[in-house]
């Protein structure tokens, strides 16, 4: 069974960079599709981006292409999400999620049978 763990959340001004990182224990953690998601207050979580086993595979939500980067090393099971040009529409607590033994590209939440406990970032000036 795979647990996921959240960090590098925090504050930063509008046009900054952030990157949060997920750590996940157990042993299959290099064949799982990782994502994330985000919920800000008052509206449903969405999809944010994904990454496939190999790292080859990527997708993002069009809110976020050009300005966030998902990326994953497979050697410390850890995937990572690096904002940049961040917006006050950014702000919102993000989920860490993966469909375990299934590699793709997954956007649904659906999909996506582990979760993490989130993390906030605050895009405010």
């Known amino acids: 069974q795979v647990q996921l763990v959240e960090s590098g959340g925090g504050s930063v001004q509008p046009g900054g960079s952030l990157r949060v990182s997920c750590v996940a224990s157990?042993?299959?953690?290099?064949?799982?599709?990782m994502g994330w998601f985000r919920q800000a207050p008052g509206k449903e979580r969405e999809f944010v981006a994904t990454?496939?086993?190999?790292?080859?595979?990527?997708g993002n939500a069009d809110s976020v292409k050009g300005r966030f980067t998902i990326s994953r090393d497979n050697a410390k099971n850890t995937v990572y999400l690096q904002m940049d040009t961040l917006k006050p529409e950014d702000t919102a607590v993000y989920f860490c999620?993966?469909?375990?033994?299934?590699?793709?590209?997954?956007?649904?939440?659906?999909?996506?049978?582990?979760w993490g406990q989130g993390t906030q970032v605050t895009v405010s000036s």
């Open positions: 990454i496939d086993w190999s790292g080859g595979g990527t």
């Open positions: 999620a993966a469909v375990p033994g299934r590699s793709g590209v997954f956007r649904r939440q659906e999909s996506y049978g582990l």
């Open positions: 157990g042993r299959t953690f290099g064949t799982t599709t």
